[in-house]
Protein backbone atom coordinates (compact mmCIF):
# COMPACT_ATOMS: atom_id res chain seq x y z
CA UNK A 1 0.00 0.00 0.00
CA UNK A 2 1.06 3.41 -0.36
CA UNK A 3 3.16 4.77 1.98
CA UNK A 4 5.81 7.00 2.75
CA UNK A 5 9.57 6.67 4.71
CA UNK A 6 8.42 9.27 7.16
CA UNK A 7 4.97 8.19 8.16
CA UNK A 8 3.81 4.46 7.89
CA UNK A 9 0.05 3.64 7.66
CA UNK A 10 -1.47 3.85 11.18
CA UNK A 11 -4.97 4.35 12.27
CA UNK A 12 -6.94 7.84 11.91
CA UNK A 13 -6.36 10.15 15.07
CA UNK A 14 -8.95 11.07 17.28
CA UNK A 15 -9.40 14.76 15.32
CA UNK A 16 -9.86 12.52 12.20
CA UNK A 17 -12.59 10.35 14.09
CA UNK A 18 -14.37 13.65 15.71
CA UNK A 19 -14.39 14.56 11.70
CA UNK A 20 -16.98 11.18 11.19
CA UNK A 21 -19.29 13.58 12.42
CA UNK A 22 -19.51 15.15 9.11
CA UNK A 23 -21.73 12.16 7.85
CA UNK A 24 -24.53 13.89 9.22
CA UNK A 25 -24.45 16.45 5.95
CA UNK A 26 -25.12 13.21 3.44
CA UNK A 27 -28.71 13.08 3.67
CA UNK A 28 -29.13 16.62 2.73
CA UNK A 29 -26.21 16.50 0.01
CA UNK A 30 -28.34 13.48 -1.59
CA UNK A 31 -31.39 15.09 -1.58
CA UNK A 32 -29.98 17.99 -3.77
CA UNK A 33 -27.96 15.58 -5.85
CA UNK A 34 -31.03 13.55 -6.09
CA UNK A 35 -32.06 14.94 -9.79
CA UNK A 36 -28.72 13.84 -11.34
CA UNK A 37 -28.91 10.48 -9.98
CA UNK A 38 -32.39 9.01 -11.25
CA UNK A 39 -32.53 7.08 -14.01
CA UNK A 40 -32.98 3.85 -15.45
CA UNK A 41 -29.97 1.54 -16.29
CA UNK A 42 -29.54 0.34 -19.78
CA UNK A 43 -29.46 -2.99 -18.32
CA UNK A 44 -30.05 -4.88 -15.63
CA UNK A 45 -27.36 -6.26 -13.64
CA UNK A 46 -26.90 -8.66 -10.28
CA UNK A 47 -25.25 -7.01 -7.38
CA UNK A 48 -24.64 -7.93 -4.06
CA UNK A 49 -23.46 -5.37 -1.34
CA UNK A 50 -21.35 -6.38 1.46
CA UNK A 51 -21.62 -4.70 4.69
CA UNK A 52 -18.55 -3.81 7.10
CA UNK A 53 -17.27 -5.09 10.13
CA UNK A 54 -20.08 -5.33 12.80
CA UNK A 55 -22.73 -4.38 10.76
CA UNK A 56 -25.71 -6.06 9.19
CA UNK A 57 -27.33 -6.05 5.65
CA UNK A 58 -29.66 -2.57 7.21
CA UNK A 59 -26.29 -0.62 6.74
CA UNK A 60 -26.39 -0.74 3.14
CA UNK A 61 -30.41 -0.57 2.40
CA UNK A 62 -29.94 2.62 1.27
CA UNK A 63 -27.68 2.28 -1.35
CA UNK A 64 -29.08 -1.10 -2.01
CA UNK A 65 -33.01 0.46 -2.80
CA UNK A 66 -31.04 3.06 -5.13
CA UNK A 67 -29.50 0.25 -7.49
CA UNK A 68 -33.11 -0.88 -7.17
CA UNK A 69 -34.59 1.87 -8.57
CA UNK A 70 -32.41 2.14 -11.67
CA UNK A 71 -33.99 -1.86 -12.33
CA UNK A 72 -30.96 -3.81 -10.89
CA UNK A 73 -31.33 -6.76 -8.84
CA UNK A 74 -29.22 -5.71 -5.91
CA UNK A 75 -29.24 -8.01 -2.93
CA UNK A 76 -27.36 -8.00 0.70
CA UNK A 77 -25.03 -10.76 1.68
CA UNK A 78 -27.60 -12.85 3.83
CA UNK A 79 -25.59 -14.13 6.23
CA UNK A 80 -26.12 -11.89 9.46
CA UNK A 81 -23.99 -9.34 11.47
CA UNK A 82 -20.30 -8.75 9.81
CA UNK A 83 -17.71 -10.59 12.17
CA UNK A 84 -14.35 -9.95 12.29
CA UNK A 85 -12.70 -13.39 10.39
CA UNK A 86 -12.09 -12.51 6.60
CA UNK A 87 -11.34 -16.53 6.03
CA UNK A 88 -15.23 -17.72 7.92
CA UNK A 89 -17.38 -14.29 6.06
CA UNK A 90 -15.83 -16.11 2.86
CA UNK A 91 -16.77 -19.43 3.49
CA UNK A 92 -20.00 -18.27 5.02
CA UNK A 93 -20.51 -16.19 1.44
CA UNK A 94 -19.98 -18.49 -1.22
CA UNK A 95 -22.66 -20.77 -1.15
CA UNK A 96 -24.64 -17.16 -1.20
CA UNK A 97 -22.89 -15.56 -4.28
CA UNK A 98 -23.20 -19.32 -5.71
CA UNK A 99 -27.10 -19.84 -5.45
CA UNK A 100 -27.18 -15.45 -6.88
CA UNK A 101 -25.00 -16.59 -10.00
CA UNK A 102 -26.96 -19.81 -10.84
CA UNK A 103 -30.30 -18.00 -10.48
CA UNK A 104 -29.05 -14.57 -12.41
CA UNK A 105 -27.11 -16.93 -15.01
CA UNK A 106 -24.38 -14.70 -15.07
CA UNK A 107 -21.36 -13.37 -12.78
CA UNK A 108 -22.73 -10.67 -9.98
CA UNK A 109 -21.28 -7.36 -9.38
CA UNK A 110 -20.06 -7.40 -5.62
CA UNK A 111 -19.95 -3.96 -3.74
CA UNK A 112 -18.64 -3.93 -0.26
CA UNK A 113 -18.21 -1.40 2.44
CA UNK A 114 -15.19 -1.78 4.54
CA UNK A 115 -14.23 -5.07 5.72
CA UNK A 116 -17.19 -5.96 3.20
CA UNK A 117 -15.14 -5.20 0.47
CA UNK A 118 -11.97 -7.45 1.55
CA UNK A 119 -14.68 -10.21 1.54
CA UNK A 120 -15.34 -9.36 -1.91
CA UNK A 121 -11.34 -8.69 -3.20
CA UNK A 122 -10.84 -12.19 -1.69
CA UNK A 123 -14.17 -14.59 -2.76
CA UNK A 124 -13.20 -12.84 -6.59
CA UNK A 125 -9.61 -14.11 -6.00
CA UNK A 126 -10.67 -17.39 -5.23
CA UNK A 127 -13.35 -17.64 -7.71
CA UNK A 128 -13.33 -15.22 -10.94
CA UNK A 129 -16.06 -17.04 -12.42
CA UNK A 130 -18.81 -15.83 -9.73
CA UNK A 131 -17.76 -12.15 -10.26
CA UNK A 132 -17.81 -9.70 -12.72
CA UNK A 133 -16.46 -6.47 -10.83
CA UNK A 134 -15.69 -5.55 -7.18
CA UNK A 135 -16.20 -2.03 -6.00
CA UNK A 136 -14.82 -1.48 -2.65
CA UNK A 137 -15.43 1.71 -0.57
CA UNK A 138 -12.94 2.59 2.36
CA UNK A 139 -11.74 -1.29 2.68
CA UNK A 140 -8.26 -1.40 4.44
CA UNK A 141 -6.56 -3.50 2.30
CA UNK A 142 -3.31 -3.51 4.38
CA UNK A 143 -5.67 -5.50 7.35
CA UNK A 144 -6.97 -3.92 10.54
CA UNK A 145 -3.97 -2.48 11.95
CA UNK A 146 -4.61 0.58 10.32
CA UNK A 147 -8.02 0.89 11.25
CA UNK A 148 -9.85 2.40 14.17
CA UNK A 149 -11.12 -1.58 14.98
CA UNK A 150 -7.73 -2.73 15.69
CA UNK A 151 -7.94 -3.20 18.95
CA UNK A 152 -10.74 -5.80 18.46
CA UNK A 153 -7.74 -7.86 17.24
CA UNK A 154 -4.69 -9.44 19.41
CA UNK A 155 -1.83 -8.57 18.88
CA UNK A 156 -1.14 -12.17 17.61
CA UNK A 157 -4.25 -11.91 15.11
CA UNK A 158 -2.91 -8.59 13.39
CA UNK A 159 0.22 -10.73 12.87
CA UNK A 160 -1.23 -13.38 11.17
CA UNK A 161 -3.49 -11.40 9.34
CA UNK A 162 -0.78 -9.38 7.40
CA UNK A 163 0.80 -12.84 7.22
CA UNK A 164 -2.28 -13.95 5.10
CA UNK A 165 -2.63 -10.83 2.89
CA UNK A 166 0.70 -11.11 1.88
CA UNK A 167 0.31 -15.15 1.18
CA UNK A 168 -2.95 -14.40 -0.54
CA UNK A 169 -1.06 -11.53 -3.08
CA UNK A 170 0.75 -14.54 -4.53
CA UNK A 171 -2.62 -15.07 -6.27
CA UNK A 172 -3.58 -11.81 -8.63
CA UNK A 173 -6.97 -10.38 -8.83
CA UNK A 174 -8.15 -10.55 -12.10
CA UNK A 175 -11.81 -9.05 -12.00
CA UNK A 176 -12.39 -5.32 -12.82
CA UNK A 177 -11.54 -3.42 -9.44
CA UNK A 178 -12.67 -0.17 -8.37
CA UNK A 179 -11.08 1.03 -4.75
CA UNK A 180 -13.10 4.51 -3.48
CA UNK A 181 -11.51 5.94 -1.00
CA UNK A 182 -11.36 9.36 1.10
CA UNK A 183 -8.73 11.21 2.83
CA UNK A 184 -11.51 12.32 5.23
CA UNK A 185 -11.70 8.52 5.93
CA UNK A 186 -12.33 8.77 10.16
CA UNK A 187 -11.78 5.02 10.70
CA UNK A 188 -9.40 3.98 7.72
CA UNK A 189 -6.27 5.05 7.06
CA UNK A 190 -7.09 5.87 3.51
CA UNK A 191 -3.58 4.94 2.17
CA UNK A 192 -4.79 1.79 2.98
CA UNK A 193 -7.63 1.36 0.84
CA UNK A 194 -5.46 2.41 -2.41
CA UNK A 195 -5.10 -0.89 -4.89
CA UNK A 196 -1.74 0.53 -6.12
CA UNK A 197 -0.27 -3.11 -6.69
CA UNK A 198 -3.08 -4.88 -8.81
CA UNK A 199 -2.68 -3.96 -12.45
CA UNK A 200 -5.16 -2.00 -14.20
CA UNK A 201 -7.56 -1.30 -10.59
CA UNK A 202 -9.00 1.95 -10.72
CA UNK A 203 -8.69 3.98 -7.38
CA UNK A 204 -11.28 6.78 -6.80
CA UNK A 205 -11.13 9.67 -3.96
CA UNK A 206 -14.42 11.03 -2.65
CA UNK A 207 -14.70 13.49 -0.12
CA UNK A 208 -16.83 11.48 1.90
CA UNK A 209 -16.32 10.09 5.69
CA UNK A 210 -16.18 6.10 6.47
CA UNK A 211 -19.48 5.77 8.25
CA UNK A 212 -20.75 8.01 4.98
CA UNK A 213 -19.75 6.27 2.46
CA UNK A 214 -23.20 4.78 2.06
CA UNK A 215 -25.23 7.58 1.72
CA UNK A 216 -22.71 10.31 -0.23
CA UNK A 217 -23.76 10.99 -3.57
CA UNK A 218 -20.54 10.84 -5.49
CA UNK A 219 -19.80 7.38 -4.43
CA UNK A 220 -23.58 6.76 -5.73
CA UNK A 221 -22.31 7.60 -8.84
CA UNK A 222 -19.36 5.82 -9.15
CA UNK A 223 -20.99 2.92 -8.26
CA UNK A 224 -23.78 3.11 -10.89
CA UNK A 225 -21.60 3.76 -13.59
CA UNK A 226 -18.97 1.12 -12.53
CA UNK A 227 -22.09 -1.40 -12.07
CA UNK A 228 -23.02 -0.10 -15.76
CA UNK A 229 -19.86 -0.79 -17.29
CA UNK A 230 -19.27 -4.35 -15.66
CA UNK A 231 -18.22 -7.17 -17.57
CA UNK A 232 -21.76 -9.10 -18.49
Same mark, same amino acid.
Given at each position: $? !? &? ?49 ? =????? !?????? *???? *????? !?? /? #??? =? ?30 ? =? #??? =???? !?? +? ?13 ? $? /? ?6 ? %? &? ?13 ? +? ?6 ? *? ?10 ? @? ?6 ? #? ?6 ? &???? +??? +????? %???? @?????? #? ?7 ? &????
Amino acid at each position: $M !A &TTPDRPLRAPGRLARFGELRAGIQPARLALRSPSLRGRALRTRHVILLPGF =GTTDR !ALVPLR *SYLR *SLGHQ !AH /G #WDI =GRHGKDVESSVERFLPVIERRVDAAGEPVVLV =G #WSL =GGIV !AR +ELSRDRPDLVSAVIT $M /GSPLAGPR %H &TGAARAYTPAELDQI +EALIAERR *STPLTVPLTAIY @SRRDGVVD #WRSCVDDL &TPGA +ENI +EVGST %HIGY @SLDPDV #WQIVRDRIA &TAPG
